[in-house]
């Protein structure tokens, strides 16, 4: 069964916007911090965004910092990632991932993960 399924990834005109959605079945989901990575062809999955369990905290990825915004919906066992001002760069497989809460940085450490979801962003 999975536990961390991806959708609303497409194909998108540069400028324009795109939000995936991540949809856990966790219970106690507030326990979990989340994150999106990507990985481009023939690149190495990156970082993109996490989010801590109670959304208190947010951490970007310089290279979407202002451009892209997380969010998540508890009651809901949902995060979301807001993508504007997509760029042709941006194009990747992205992935949602989860992990135990934990202090310190939300740019790794996760356990869990999803399939992924194909942005395609076209110049």
């Known amino acids: 069964q999975e536990q961390l399924v991806e959708s609303g990834g497409g194909l998108v005109q540069a400028g324009g916007s795109l939000t995936l959605s991540c949809a856990a079945s966790k219970n106690r989901f507030s326990l979990y911090d989340a994150a999106w990575f990507r990985q481009a062809p023939g690149k190495e999955r990156e970082f993109v965004s996490g989010i801590s369990g109670d959304g208190v905290w947010e951490y970007y990825d310089d290279s979407v910092k202002g451009r892209f915004t997380m969010s998540r919906d508890n009651g809901r066992n949902t995060v979301y990632l807001q993508m504007n001002s997509l760029k042709p760069e941006d194009t990747a497989i992205y992935f949602c991932?989860?992990?135990?809460?934990?202090?310190?940085?939300?740019?790794?450490?996760?356990?869990?993960w999803g399939q992924g979801t194909q942005v395609t962003v076209s110049s």
């Open positions: 991932a989860a992990r135990w809460t934990r202090p310190g940085s939300l740019a790794g450490n996760y356990a869990f």
